[in-house]
């Protein structure tokens, strides 16, 4: 999973990258309120930590402009505030969950997964499911109705992404850089290529249909089309 933190205090920032990245998540960060909007509305995350007193763009605004643009996006603010209208504010701007300092890391961690969980992306067992399609980070494994099929670690990155995306479009260029990375020499035609490797696997176990074409744009993952 990616997770954006924007955070100005380096040393919180620096606790949460350490610990959100020894909990196997792929982390972004930013310092400043203007850079972190920029991220959270021009790339796509799993989840993102957000404080609200930023120089530039407050947390709030962020807040209001990932619900504009991403509106499935769990978002957990994290604060020094603690003022009962101040958690408000932040629940009202479209917030998930509030965490206030001085917090332990492991709360911040469990909080996560309980936000996850509350969206359906995370499980109990800690498999992430849509409809009768079970993906486990454990195993790297999908199933649907009793039937299960190994996945490469690039068709895992792949449906782990859609599925933390679930009914949300996603474009090339975002599956792209999420799953291979600008980085790649590979040109953003590999996504197609691995769409199809993706869907042809599922097809096995009946869950090819979850993977929709949206023309001209990318991939989403919906129940119905």
Not at 41 to 62: F, H, Q, R, S
Not at 190 to 219: E, N
Request: net charge negative.
């Amino acid at each position: 999973m990616k997770v954006l933190v924007v955070e100005d205090d380096e040393h919180i920032l620096e606790a949460l990258v350490f610990a959100l990245t020894d909990e196997g998540y792929h982390v972004d960060t930013a310092c400043t309120g203007d850079e972190g909007a920029w991220l959270a509305t021009e790339k796509a995350y799993d989840m993102v930590l957000l404080d609200i007193m930023l120089p530039g763009v407050d947390g709030l605004e962020i807040t209001r402009r990932i619900r504009g643009e991403s509106p499935q996006t769990p978002v957990i603010l994290v604060t020094a505030k603690d003022a009962v209208d101040d958690r408000v504010r932040g629940l009202d701007a479209g917030a998930d969950d509030y965490v206030v300092k001085p917090f332990a890391v492991s709360e911040v961690l469990a909080r996560m997964r309980a936000v996850l969980r509350r969206r359906g992306a995370l499980s109990d067992a800690g498999t992430l499911q849509y409809g009768a399609l079970i993906l486990d980070p454990a195993l790297h494994t999908a199933s649907c109705g009793g039937d299960t099929i190994p996945l490469s670690s690039t068709e895992y990155g792949l449906l782990e992404f859609l599925m933390n995306n679930r009914e949300r479009v996603l474009t090339r260029e975002q599956l792209f850089e999420r799953v291979w990375g600008f980085d790649s020499d590979a040109s953003e035609r590999v996504v197609d290529v691995y769409i199809h490797y993706l869907r042809r696997k599922l097809a096995k176990i009946g869950c090819d249909q979850y993977i929709v074409t949206q023309r001209g744009i990318g991939f989403s993952l919906q129940k119905e089309v």
